[in-house]
């Protein structure tokens, strides 16, 4: 799994540009995954939606979307899209508790992540 430099509001925007929400008020994240491109992206797809729908703190309304982006360079690109309540001083921690629960369901399913760019 490779993890883009930003895992921010739709359209790599931060959250609070264009909709500035409160506290307590919903807000999206994007979270960019890359998976071998061997993998089922049917199984990819349900293993994301089903980890966004078990994670506390994702909001079932509106609910998970789990985006197919193509391949590219060797990977199967996939956009997991969530919406968690606005709460101040935490996103950091949900966005990588997220990611480790992701990453914990891709491994258990045995799908292989992406090998590292060969170095030339």
Known sequence: MRVDR?????????????FPARAGQPVPLAFPIEVNVGADPDQVRELLLQTAERYPG??????????????????????????RKKDPGT??????????????????????????????
Request: net charge positive; charged share 20%; proline share 9%.
């Open 58 to 83: 994702v909001l079932l309304q509106p609910s998970p979307e789990a985006l197919f982006l193509g391949e590219k360079e060797g990977v199967l690109r996939f956009k997991l899209r969530v919406w």
């Open 6 to 18: 930003q895992t921010l509001g739709w359209g790599g925007e931060h959250p609070s540009i264009g």
């Open 91 to 120: 996103r950091r921690k949900f966005v990588s508790d997220v990611y480790y629960a992701i990453f914990d369901s891709l491994q258990h399913a045995g799908l292989g992540l992406p090998d590292p760019p060969a170095i030339r």
